[in-house]
């Protein structure tokens, strides 16, 4: 394991054990509303996915939720009738969902793993991939793609929630100070930064790298939306910091 991949997995254990929002897991109440199919899940920190980026009905189909652990997105696919797996490289947020799972008496298969390897399933294993913003933390994206490719069935769907830089270009969200690309591991001023932040390891990627890179993969883009911080001057200035793609195979 990359050295930037392991110090990642220890910061997001320590969050989730602070009590760090997106790791924790969803309630009974919101579990029970998505088995009456009222449910809305993120990608982005603030707009619900679109409810027709996804067939009418996901019951029975295989879907991965990649870097989608801490029991948030996944329970309310489960309780929609998919067949789910989550890869997600915390041991913390793996346990989250296995305890929700175990709590609300669904299946779930868990895999703890570092995404920048290639993905450990077969060829066409699923129908949809979902991922939540985490490519932040690793620092080359285009063979994730490929690998989300390969791993879909022709037809599947890959939903991806990304960011488009403007977080890394300030430090207090109100002077441009830190230049782009940001790359801690080139950049030991980037790096004493997230160490003092404690924000473990994170990239900046460009549209270039995330959207081109899906379509070079092989994936059409079939639609795309922004978002914000969801808090801070940014957001309050309604300035978009991460954007959400759909794609398929």
């Not at 919101?30 to 707009?47: G, I, M, S």
Request: glycine residues 8%; charged residues 25%.
């Amino acid at each position: 394991m990359k050295e930037y991949v392991k110090i990642n997995r220890e910061t997001i254990d320590r969050w989730v054990e602070n009590g760090w929002e997106w790791g924790t897991p969803i309630s009974h109440e919101t579990y029970l509303k998505a088995q009456n199919n009222e449910w809305d899940v993120l990608l982005t920190p603030t707009k619900p996915m679109p409810h027709n980026w996804f067939p009418k009905s996901i019951k029975g189909l295989n879907l991965l939720g990649l870097a989608s652990g801490g029991a948030q997105q996944m329970p309310i696919f489960a309780a929609l009738g998919a067949n789910c797996t989550v890869l997600d490289n915390s041991k913390k947020q793996i346990e989250n969902e296995i305890e929700f799972a175990k709590k609300e008496g669904y299946q779930i298969h868990t895999v703890q793993y570092d995404m920048t390897e290639p993905l450990p399933f077969p060829d066409e294993s699923f129908d949809i991939i979902f991922h939540p913003v985490a490519i932040c933390y690793i620092e080359e994206v285009e063979g994730l793609f490929k690998e989300c490719y390969r791993i879909l069935r022709k037809g599947g769907i890959f939903v991806a929630g990304l960011d488009n830089g403007i977080n890394y270009i300030t430090t207090d969200e109100t002077h441009i100070d830190t230049p782009l690309p940001f790359n801690p591991l080139k950049n030991p001023k980037q790096m004493e930064l997230l160490q003092k932040e404690d924000s473990g390891v994170q990239f900046s990627h460009t549209l270039e790298e995330q959207i081109g890179g899906q379509l070079k993969a092989g994936f059409i883009l079939t639609d795309i939306f922004d978002d914000t911080n969801g808090a801070g001057r940014l957001h309050e200035m309604q300035i978009p910091a991460y954007f959400a793609t759909r794609a398929i195979k």
